[in-house]
């Protein structure tokens, strides 16, 4: 009897390792998928409360319609809590931004960098000082444009030129040009 049984199970033994899965490893699987599955339900809050909310999503873009703008006229609009500047420039302006020696400048971009193809008359910039964050004066009529008949930072004394191009002052760098793309010939998306 002690041959048969030893047969027996031999024979058993060689039926589970023929079918490749025995019950253990299928326990096995069963239990690191569920403690995947449970892992995944416990850190996907975790890291989908770091996504931006929908307040901030909306002010991540600002919608801006040119039309209105004549020739020599800024407008303010505000982007990601910031002032943005949109200014049509005349072509007195255009020519006198483009007869500047880049040597001249402490950040040398000509206009044509710092504008659109195809919209080179419409310069968009923020309305933040490079120096230390104030707000320039120089978009809205009757305010003080400084020396190059650009924008003035009152706070310490930047001026910059028509193209928003430092020119004189403590401001280290250029007005920001942000990323904005013409939807349409009258209508700019900013950032």
Not at 127 to 138: A, E, I, R
Not at 161 to 174: F, H, L, Q, S, V
Not at 184 to 189: G, K, L, M, R
């Amino acid at each position: 009897m002690a041959d048969n049984s030893g047969t027996a199970t031999a024979d058993t033994a060689s039926e589970h390792t023929e079918d490749g899965v025995r019950r253990r490893d299928f326990i096995n699987i069963a239990a690191v998928s569920a403690a995947g599955v449970g892992g995944l339900a416990v850190v996907y809050p975790l890291v989908s409360q770091m996504a931006p909310s929908a307040d901030v999503l909306a002010e991540s873009t600002t919608e801006v319609d040119v039309a209105g703008i004549e020739p020599g006229q800024s407008i303010k609009a505000i982007f990601r809590k910031q002032p943005l500047f949109v200014k049509r420039l005349t072509a007195a302006e255009i020519a006198d931004a483009n007869s500047v020696p880049l040597s001249d400048l402490r950040e040398p971009q000509t206009l044509a960098e710092r504008t659109s193809e195809g919209n080179e008359d419409i310069l968009i910039t923020m309305g933040v000082c490079t120096h230390l964050g104030c707000v320039p004066l120089g978009a809205a009529e009757g305010e003080n444009k400084g020396e190059y008949g650009g924008y003035f930072c009152p706070c310490h004394g930047s001026h910059y030129d028509t193209a928003g191009r430092i020119r004189k002052g403590p401001a280290p760098t250029n007005l920001e040009v942000p990323e904005y793309t013409f939807t349409s010939e009258t209508t700019v998306v900013v950032g």
